[in-house]
């Protein structure tokens, strides 16, 4: 690894103090090291580190920014979606094409995903060459110019980014479903309203970075990758903006309905009501409801057809269907439910048989077995063995379940 070797290359955009130099970990010579245990660190600032050292040959660094749509107001609606777009623009210390060039060179990668609690950006590269895109992901996301020009020339990319999110129903759907559930917050799109394309500005952009990038909202996670050699990049070049920033307006939950007619053959219906905040002792009785319900076929490509829901909708209609339980968990609210796919003949037929499995389950038919065994599964889908691939995101949950306050989860 050679991120302390050209430490000096992030002091000409950050710092006049070049970094010391520190050795990262290498991998001992002879047998395959085994992977580090979990390590984190909080410092001053808020900011929290986290990193796995799996002696892996791909490292994975993610920068994750309480920042989701959710921090949106009615008159910046879409900020978070552009600023999504923006990842490769030009920034104060590189340029658009070194950047896209650089990142291209050494066959890495730089995505930006959201949800709506948070932004996360991931560099992914060979283990040598984290430096390089450590030093781009730290010019994406600390000092960003946009120049009028560029935004406007990524302004069209957003109505694009949206169509081609919308060919799924689901997230179409999902969607419209925070929008009926929430008056404000977690009601705000993931996707720029169409009134909203064209119009969201650099100066819009520059007020988010400012007010909701700061070093308290932030977790830095990195997989394959040594523990002090990203403390020292945290320290030194992620300690530009303190306190916490605007806070977000609370979730208020309000019930409703939405409707829209698309002529297509199937039709995919959500019914929720509101659940609990993620790290409650209730939103872990909601997982394994879940897990209980039918979170998913156990075969892959095969149907579900040992689950509650799936058992009580087949004695109702002898047409496909498809059938869910469905679990949102936020930092102050969260849905749970039901996702149902079906012809649409058989819609009514399919979603009242699993609105009654609901009730029927809430009102104690329930069996201390398939409690057990759901817990098992939840355990199973939760807990990643040591000889699967850990992902980023993985680590991210994991901050969660132990109470760091650094971020919550999104839509699962």
Known sequence: MKLLTRAGSFSRFYSLKVAPKVKATAAPAGAPPQPQDLEFTKLPNGLVIASLENYAPVSRIGLFIKAGSRYEDSNNLGTTHLLRLASGLTTKGASSFKITRGIEAVGGLLSVTATRENMAYTVECLRGDVDILMEFLLNVTTSPEFRHWEVG????????????????????????????????????????????????????????????????????????????????????????????????????????????????????????????????????????????????????????????????????????????????????????????????????????????????????????????????????????????QVEIWDIHLLLMSCNTEAHITGES
């Open 153 to 388: 020339e990524i302004q069209p990319q957003l109505k694009i980014d949206k169509a081609v999110a919308f060919q799924n129903p689901q997230t179409h759907v999902i969607e419209n479903l925070h929008a009926a559930a929430y008056r404000n917050a977690l009601a705000n799109p993931l996707y720029c309203p169409d009134y909203r394309i064209g119009k969201v500005t650099p100066e819009e952009l520059h007020y988010f970075v400012q007010n909701h990038f700061t070093s308290a909202r932030m977790a830095l996670i990195g997989l394959g990758v040594s523990h002090p050699v990203l403390k020292q990049v945290a320290e030194q070049f992620l300690n530009m903006r303190g306190g916490l920033g605007l806070s977000g307006a609370k979730a208020k939950y309000r019930g409703g309905e939405i409707r829209e007619q698309n002529g297509d053959s199937l039709v995919h219906a959500a019914l929720v009501a509101e659940s609990a905040a993620a790290g409650s002792a209730e939103a872990n009785a909601f997982s394994v409801l879940q897990h209980v319900l039918g979170a998913g076929p156990h075969i892959k490509r095969g149907s579900n057809t040992t689950s509650h829901l799936h058992q009580a909708v087949t004695k109702a209609t002898h047409q496909p269907f498809d059938v869910s339980a469905f679990n949102a968990s936020y930092s102050d609210s969260g849905l749970f439910g039901i996702y149902t796919i079906s012809q649409a003949t058989a819609a009514g037929d399919v979603i009242k048989a699993a609105y009654n499995q609901v009730k029927t389950i809430a009102q104690g038919n329930l069996s201390n077995t398939d409690v057990q065994t759901a817990k098992r599964q939840r355990s199973l889908f939760l807990a990643k063995s040591r000889w699967q």
